[in-house]
DNA sequence: CCGTATCCGAGTAGATACTG
DNA sequence: CAGTATCTACTCGGATACGG
């Protein structure tokens, strides 16, 4: 089922993509939890510089798109847990040539053997 | 050597690369300069919506970051064309798999074959 | 701990008119 | 044809304060 907020706005494929992932922080969150399930708090404390409401509304937005999962234990205190869906899974190996360039040529990284 | 407007701001490649395709319509710029050399007037129907001056700021700050190439003819009447430069080619072939992404996850276009 | 409410400033984009 | 100039509109993101 498709996801986003302009639906059939898009010209291709790409653009379609920019529109989930536009958005400050959002690469920056998919980065994160790439890595696994993540708590509000620490996801904030990776994000060095993003307040609250911020990161409240892009997680917020990534969860409509159907990219992470968003996991209410209604505890007290209060737990909540983020992670990834299996289609944010793969929209994180997507991006990862768009990464590799970036390395290479905005970093000016070099990769190691050629 | 290293491009991009913010140098030394990044947390990974990711962002740094989405800092350089930041821009409502530098994808589709992207898109459209990638199957040739193309006009101001071209690339202005082929972004139907686009107004002049943000169409010109754009295409200036990618030929600024090295993606584009810009090649003022000095005629009367005017010519200019755009094409990609070799690291814009790049940028263009490492965005594919987020294309694919998009149209499948966001426009629903199913793969033909698995 | 995990948010929401409110206000505000900056940057991006659009409309329109004009020029080399 | 290929832009620039000016003015305006709007959205995003930031600061701060408060709530369940």
Known sequence: MPVGRRPGA????????????????????L???????????ELRRLL?????KVLAAQLRELEADGI??????AEVPPR?????????DQ???????????GKRHVLGVEPAAR
């Open 31 to 41: 980065w994160a939890l790439g890595e696994g399930t993540r708590r509000f708090g």
């Open 10 to 29: 898009y010209h291709c494929g790409t653009d379609a993509a920019m529109d989930i992932i536009d958005g400050k922080w959002k690469v920056l969150i």
């Open 80 to 88: 909540v847990e983020y992670s990834l869906t299996e289609m944010g």
């Open 68 to 73: 992470v999962h968003r996991e209410d234990y």
């Open 91 to 101: 929209l994180n190996e997507a991006l990862e040539p768009l990464a590799a360039w």
């Open 48 to 52: 060095p510089g993003v307040t609250e």
